[in-house]
């Protein structure tokens, strides 16, 4: 039986993407935590299991709107919500809508992005969504 090597290939190619995959999580993770600082919010506050949500509440909407991400945990409209409020986040930053758009769909390159650059938090919006 012959050998031709294509276990170590996929092998390979398993590790390459998973390192890909964390090195993408990592810069997520960085970047949240800097804009919740740039918000005044403690940036351990992004790491932390829905209280993340409750943080990101405030951030966008204030101290009354907190309990609003928390919508995006709700059976098939979640997805929506979810969507909705990166799109919020980004703009309480400053962004555009087309850097919000981008956001939504590549959150791995903007939001290390916002984090790292010198955007600034404005305030929370007023609007309910």
Not at 7 to 13: C, E, N, V
Not at 49 to 54: A, E, L, R, V
Not at 55 to 63: A, F, K
């Amino acid at each position: 039986m012959q050998n031709d090597g294509g276990g170590l290939i996929a092998a390979g190619g398993f590790l390459f993407g998973s390192l890909i995959g964390l090195i993408l999580i990592i810069a997520i993770i960085i970047g949240m935590w800097k804009l919740f600082e740039k918000a005044g919010k403690p940036g351990w506050a992004s790491i932390i299991p829905f209280y993340n949500f409750w943080v990101m509440g405030e951030i966008i909407y204030g101290p009354s709107g907190a309990w609003k991400p928390l919508l995006s945990f709700l059976p098939i409209v979640g997805g929506i919500f979810s969507l909705l409020f990166m799109f919020r986040f980004a703009q309480v930053f400053g962004k555009d809508i087309v850097f919000c758009i981008l956001t939504l769909l590549f959150p791995y390159v903007c939001i290390p992005l916002m984090g790292f650059g010198s955007d600034s938090y404005n305030g929370p919006i007023s609007s309910f969504f």
